[in-house]
């Protein structure tokens, strides 16, 4: 296990393909629960997501990695590609930025962090107060079902469960910002970009519109409100009208069994749950329940001391201790190793993104269609910019399937980019006969996370050789495995055939 893990801090380290090696700041996925699953399994809670193993860094210095604090510029990978080569379409799938905790701790003071949005208080950015006033017009825009009621900003002084911090919105301006600067030199979007080139989808959430609000105002400053419509995905897993998968939803409760087994033969951790609740004069069933990790991580990132409390009965009392928090860390790494190995949650995984990608594959297969040499352009273009707006139970899922298992747990204000890219026409039968003729170029895929190239670590690209003549990865190995390789797993060729196969 321990090597895998190795292999992993690697994997990350290192950037692959035609790029300069640059060790982007080094951190370690988190595990928090969010925005539920988004199939139906009754009042089930129980964490799906750990995170991998590693010795190092320390649980404290992998948390700020998932708080991912925006107190720095990053380096981002997206945009670079060989001399030449033409970028036609970009995808990408945002977690929602830093959030109020979705439970607290009974007993305890809730964090004290305001929701407000002020240019004044840090972090801060310099186009937040642009932003402030762009939303305040947001009624000229297109508002899929009830996403036109929801609010546009974060706007509690004491900030609501689950609700978007300032930290959250900054973080999402500087996505947006740093995509701008990666992509402006391709013409991605032109500056009379048509409404069918930007296609903008959220959950129903106000984390996560605001926070698709906010790297849409990073990427388009002072878009223009009335060529914009705000998608609604009801599903967590972004699966549209394709959702039914009873296979999925069997692996997923398979995967939670797994995962409480664990848990509860970690005496360590159990014991743990105990100190923590006798400080608190709490049962420890009732702390357990309350999902502590959540709320400590919110003190966390934002340099809150961990709570404290007094118990009046026993005159007894006490913090809560980086410690405590520690055990609980440790376990969800063990848990990160234990799932992987069991392979359910791949299963799961793969069941649960396939609309999402089988809608990301056909959209690119449309652009380079439409891109082939001959073609009259689509009057109103073609769908070259998407923003989904998710969670860190669609994200996981989407590394998973694509065979990213290693990647570090989606932190606040994770992203995940698809480009498609087109190699210059090349002379046909070099120096024959025919020279003159142009050949039409190639079709490539580039995946990143956060910043990071990744697409030679996807299933579908792995065994790809980009020294041996190609660079990067044919968008046809894509296709092929979304179209059917993704469920060999299953003894399958088809979604339908894994989600109904019968058990046994
Ligand atoms: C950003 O904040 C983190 C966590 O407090 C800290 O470890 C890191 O050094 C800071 N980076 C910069 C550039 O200030
Ligand atoms: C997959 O995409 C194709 C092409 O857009 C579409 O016709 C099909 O319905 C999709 N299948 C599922 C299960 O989403
Ligand atoms: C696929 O087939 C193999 C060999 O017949 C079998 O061992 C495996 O359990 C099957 N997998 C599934 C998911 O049905």
Redesign the pocket.
């Known amino acids: 296990m321990v090597s895998a893990v190795a292999a992993h801090l690697f994997l990350f380290l290192v950037s692959v393909n035609l790029i300069p090696i640059t060790p982007i700041v080094e951190e370690q996925p988190f595990q928090a629960e969010d925005g539920g699953h988004g199939v139906a399994l009754g009042k089930s809670r129980k964490r799906v997501f750990p995170v991998p193993h590693t010795q190092e860094p320390s649980p404290i ?1 992998e948390a ?1 990695g998932y ?1 991912n ?1 925006p ?2 510029t990053e380096q981002a990978w997206e945009g670079h590609s060989p001399a030449d080569y033409k970028l036609l379409s970009v995808q990408v799938m945002i977690r929602h930025g830093d959030r109020y905790p979705l439970y607290y701790i009974p007993k305890t003071k809730r964090p004290a962090i305001d929701c407000t949005l002020s240019p004044s208080r840090q972090p801060s950015h310099p186009m937040l107060n642009a932003f402030i006033s762009h939303m305040g017009q947001g009624s000229r825009g297109h508002w899929e079902s009830s996403l036109g009621s929801a609010p546009r900003l974060p706007k509690h002084s004491v900030c609501e469960m689950g609700e978007l911090t300032q930290t959250g919105v900054v973080q999402h301006l500087q996505n947006g910002q740093l995509l701008h600067q990666a992509y402006k030199h391709h013409n991605l979007l032109p500056s009379n970009w048509t409404p069918r080139q930007l296609w903008v989808e959220t959950t129903g959430k106000s984390r996560t519109l605001q926070s698709g609000l906010a790297f849409l105002y990073g990427f388009l400053p002072d878009f223009d409100w009335t060529k914009l419509t705000m998608r609604h995905q009801w599903s967590t897993l972004f699966c549209s009208s394709a959702c039914d998968c009873p296979a999925r939803n069997r692996y997923l409760e398979e995967e939670q069994r797994r995962q409480y087994r664990l848990r509860v033969a970690d005496t360590e951790l159990e014991r743990n749950y105990a100190d923590m609740a006798r400080t608190l004069g709490l049962p420890t069933r009732q702390l357990r329940a309350a999902n502590p990790i959540d709320s400590l991580l919110c003190h966390l990132c934002h ?1 809150l001391s961990f709570p404290c409390v007094r118990v009046a009965e026993s005159g007894s009392g006490g913090c809560l201790t980086m410690a405590q928090f520690a055990v609980i860390r440790r376990q969800q790494l063990d848990d990160e190793v234990d799932r992987r190995r069991v392979g359910l949650y791949r299963k799961y995984a793969i069941l649960a993104m396939y609309p999402y990608l089988n809608r990301t594959a056909a959209k690119m297969e449309r652009v380079a269609k439409s891109s082939e040499a001959g073609r009259q352009p689509r009057a109103g273009g073609e769908e070259v910019f998407t923003v989904s707006s998710a969670h860190d139970v669609t994200m996981a899922p989407l590394l998973s399937a694509l065979g990213l298992e290693e990647a570090r747990f989606p932190r606040f204000a994770a992203r995940v980019v698809f480009e498609l890219w087109k190699s210059p026409p090349a002379m046909q039968g070099q120096l024959k006969k025919k020279a003159g003729k142009a050949k039409d170029g190639e079709m490539f895929i580039r995946v990143l996370y956060n910043g990071e190239d990744v697409t030679f670590h996807t299933t579908f690209c792995r065994s790809h050789n980009p020294h041996a003549g190609q660079p990067l990865c044919p968008l046809k190995k894509f296709l092929s495995f979304v179209k059917r390789d993704m469920f060999s797993i299953f003894n399958a060729t088809t979604y339908q055939g894994a989600c109904y196969r019968r058990p046994g």
């Open positions: 210095s700020y708080c604090i107190n720095h340099g």
